[in-house]
């Protein structure tokens, strides 16, 4: 009877153990190395996806962005005109980065990271051009679904005419910073969008407030996002304040250019450094 008691206590203390140890290891923060092995495997299954896919995740980008136009119009038209309403207005920004995100859909400034890694870890013209095209087949889908959106929001009853002169005022002005502001302004909202990527495989079940918090900054510091602007681009030539050229030339290309500076050259650039030793030792 000694040894089967001595046995069973023997095993409930490895169960115990085994647990502890589990608990602790779940406990322990990702090294940079393993942060980057999630997003390059998750750039690598992006690489790989049909062109079919990419076309309507990202037009669903596109359009479920719109959400940040529409939720901030909303705080600025029934909220009191207070001197913190700003602060409280741009919380609305944030809906449509949390729709895409967790919802798993292609927004091309996440892929100036996801898709980068691979390629710098491979360092092939192939592996370049996979990650272009991708680029190219994200960035146009996000587009034609925010002028869907747009066009939902001006050509149709869909919206409360109260709501209307409030995305009007917040299009006028994401728009109307000039070329020049409008590309410096876009590498912060690059930057910030590379971090939430870089942050997500850590963050577990806080994934919804860091998207909340850091897609709020964006809006809080009057920084340029590509994608949500779109909607906004879109907004302004529907109702013909905006011409093609100054939407392209004035607003598109400065705030394009100004996203991946920050999202590719200087936040992907300095999470490879931290990384490249260990993973060119392999």
Do not use: C
Request: glycine share 8%; charged share 15%.
């Amino acid at each position: 009877m000694a040894p089967l008691i001595q046995r069973s206590v023997s095993r409930t203390k490895k169960k115990e153990e085994e647990s502890e140890e589990k608990s602790v290891s779940e406990a322990i923060s990702l090294s940079p190395k393993m942060i980057y092995e999630v997003i390059r495997r998750e750039g690598e299954e992006e690489l790989g996806r049909t062109k079919r896919s990419l076309i309507w995740s990202g037009i669903a980008a596109g359009i479920m962005i719109s959400l940040s136009v529409l939720g901030e119009a909303i705080f600025r038209t029934y909220l009191p005109d207070t001197p913190y309403r700003f602060l409280i207005e741009n919380l609305g920004y944030s809906l449509g980065f949390l729709a895409v995100i967790m919802g798993r859909m292609q927004l091309f400034t996440e892929n100036t990271i996801t898709t980068v890694l691979p390629v710098m870890r491979a360092k092939t013209w192939n592996s370049l051009m996979s990650m272009l095209r991708l680029w190219g087949i994200v960035l146009t889908a996000n587009v034609v679904g925010a002028f869907a959106a747009a066009m939902l929001f001006m050509w149709t009853p869909a919206l409360s005419p109260d709501i209307i002169p409030a995305i009007l005022d917040l299009s006028h002005h994401a728009t109307s910073m000039g070329a020049y502001d409008g590309f410096w302004r876009a590498i912060p909202a690059g930057v910030i969008v590379a971090l939430i990527v870089w942050m997500l495989p850590q963050a577990d079940e806080t994934s919804f407030f860091l998207i909340l918090v850091f897609t709020w900054l964006i809006a809080a510091g009057d920084f340029a996002h590509i994608v949500a602007g779109s909607v906004e681009m879109a907004v302004m030539i529907l109702d013909g304040q905006l011409g093609f050229g100054g939407a392209v030339f004035g607003f598109f290309i400065p705030v394009l250019a100004g996203n991946i500076v920050g999202g590719t050259i200087i936040f992907t650039l300095v999470a490879w450094g931290q990384v490249r030793d260990e993973v060119e030792e392999e």
